[in-house]
């Protein structure tokens, strides 16, 4: 992996954890559309496993539905996904102080 996509990899990992709090529930096509809004394309290859990882990790937690006869899973945030945006979210109040504002 270059560095820009280690980099755009993390914040794709934001990215989903803050849609799972605040849209409260989030699907891979739904996230996969949303981050191309921000100028990401992320491939289910990409995605999917980035899914499973938060899922893993006890971020997210998943939900299988059927809908229109097709099988979808549905991410929504645990409380320790809620830590850990909160957590970010200081630093990367952090960050963008500096490297924004202070150019
Ligand atoms: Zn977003």
Do not use: N, W
């Amino acid at each position: 992996m270059d560095m820009e996509r280690e980099f755009f990899a993390g914040f794709i990992k934001i990215h989903i954890l803050y849609h799972a709090v605040h849209d409260g529930e989030i699907c891979g096509a739904g996230i996969a559309r949303e981050l191309a809004t921000h100028g990401y394309t992320v491939s289910p290859g990409t995605l999917y496993p980035t899914l499973h990882r938060l899922e893993r990790s006890g971020y997210l937690k998943v939900e299988q539905r059927t809908e229109r006869g097709r099988r979808r899973k549905y991410y929504s945030a645990t409380a320790a996904g809620m830590k850990a945006l909160a957590k970010s979210r200081e630093r990367i109040k952090e960050l963008v102080e500096e490297v924004l504002e202070r150019g």
